[in-house]
């Protein structure tokens, strides 16, 4: 009877992980499917606890207390500026917490372990592991810990595949011969040092993509753990974890225009060395201050904002959200434009955005705004680099050639905010940036913001 309950409460908490996910993909209903996901857990959880399994709660409770301690001063304590890192933290958290479950399985039940379960097993760990690294590496990367740029050398590729390949031959013939728990150790390290060196070649411009793609690879391992375990719940809550980040993974590389293979393996984003000099060098560009922006915005009449990671950086949006505020009392009609990978996570402009409580009806995704450029009187850049760079629909040798970028170019007027010449993430310098139309305003995008606010009041009265 009491396993006929756990089983029916693990089908409601499947169908409310389904509902929530298919809630947060729209603004609107964002904060009802993360409600209905953390319903669903929780009756995951008080299932699983009353499991007859579990003969001692001593260091469930503990474990209980020490992951709620840590997992609230996180959610206090971080900004939602740095939600990537926390997100990237997440995903370490959660492979490793396959993976050591993975491990103590595997000793306990060998050498009894089916050639299935093995399998199983193999694909948690591996995963689980790689993925723990791999995503304390990205979030070194985020923090500014370790370079943004790519950290590759000669034979690269070829190491790291070697790597995987024996980690997978070990997995292969433990499932044959599971009784050689001497591999294990080996497979353990192997798994974590893959994890290193997958993302250390990987440079900023592609964070969004990896992130997602950890977050597919801490679901798979979860998913894995739950055929070892005979968890359907896990097998359910992992399965929707791992589809979403690889379709979201998916939708990344297409909104850059790039393959997994290069993101994986192409090293995007390298620098070359003293670019931004010469570009300041060679090519002029229009500097401008607030009060002369101010005074082009208060005679426009639309006027699209682009936020990039610079706004993120910042922590600029509530001052922007002002200065929206500001131009559309005057009459003004102003759009958000976002691009697919803006920022350092998918979304991450829209959580920005929803902290600074913009309306989701000025919100815009780069298919359904672009169009709207060329009747736009201005376009307002804060922070933004690569997903700007018109070089990418007309430099054919660019490395960003082919990319759907924001068409900032074709409105009348362009403002760019930002704290210098240095280039995106791609290492290129911007074509945008040196058009006749537009005008660069060089400083923190929240100090910027706040002058362009204070600025336009005092725009025709003479003050």
Wanted: proline share 4%.
């Amino acid at each position: 009877m009491r396993n006929n309950a756990i089983d029916l409460a693990y089908v409601v908490a499947a169908g409310l992980f389904i509902v929530g996910l298919k809630g947060i993909c729209h603004p609107t209903t964002a904060r009802r499917g993360v409600r209905y996901g953390e319903a669903g857990m929780l009756v995951a959880v008080v299932a699983t606890l009353v499991s007859r399994q579990i003969v001692s709660y001593q260091w469930i409770v503990l474990a209980l207390v020490v992951g709620s301690g840590i997992g609230a001063a996180m959610a206090h304590f971080m900004p939602m500026t740095a939600m990537p890192q926390r997100i990237a933290l997440s995903h370490a958290f959660g492979a490793l917490a396959a993976a050591l479950v993975g491990t103590s399985e595997f000793y306990l039940r060998t050498p009894n372990l089916g050639h299935f379960t093995m399998g199983a097993l193999g694909v948690e760990v591996l995963l689980g592991f790689l993925t723990f690294t791999g995503s304390l590496m990205a979030f070194a990367k985020l923090q500014g810990v370790l370079p943004g740029r790519p950290i590759t050398y000669r034979g690269q590729n070829v190491v790291n595949l070697s790597v995987l390949a024996v980690a997978l031959a070990i997995v292969a013939y433990l499932i044959v011969a599971p009784g050689h728990t001497e591999l294990f150790p080996l497979l353990t390290a192997l798994s974590l040092a893959f994890g290193v060196m997958l993302i250390v070649p990987i440079g900023g411009a592609d964070m969004p993509t990896v992130i997602s793609l950890l977050n597919s690879y801490a679901g798979l391992s979860g998913a894995a753990m739950g055929f070892v375990l005979n968890n359907k719940v896990l097998i359910v809550a992992g399965a929707l974890d791992g589809s979403s980040g690889l379709l979201l993974s998916v939708i990344m590389c297409r909104a850059m225009n790039r393959s997994f293979t290069n993101v994986i393996f192409g090293a995007f984003g390298k620098l070359e060395e003293g670019s931004a000099e010469r570009a300041d060098e060679e090519r002029v560009v229009h500097r401008g201050s607030a009060e002369e922006a101010a005074m082009i915005l208060e005679t426009a009449r639309s006027v699209i904002i682009v936020p990039g990671y610079g706004l993120a950086v910042a922590q600029a949006q509530h001052k922007v959200r002002e200065l929206a505020d500001a131009l559309a009392k005057r009459g003004v009609d102003v759009k958000y434009a976002i691009h697919p990978v803006a920022g350092r996570m998918p979304g991450h402009m829209n959580v920005l955005l929803a902290e600074a409580d913009v309306p989701y009806d000025q919100i815009f995704d780069m298919d359904s705004v672009n169009s709207e450029f060329s009747q736009a009187d201005v376009a307002l850049v804060i922070g933004a680099n690569d997903v700007t760079n018109p070089a990418a629909r007309t430099v054919k040798d660019s490395p960003i050639y082919g990319m759907p970028v924001l068409d900032v170019d074709k409105a009348a007027s362009v403002m760019v905010v930002k704290r210098s010449m240095s280039p995106g993430f791609a290492g290129i310098e911007n074509e945008l940036y040196y058009l006749d139309k537009t005008m660069m305003l060089f400083g923190d995008a929240k100090t910027v913001a706040s002058d362009l606010v204070n600025e336009l009041p005092k725009v025709g009265t003479g003050v």
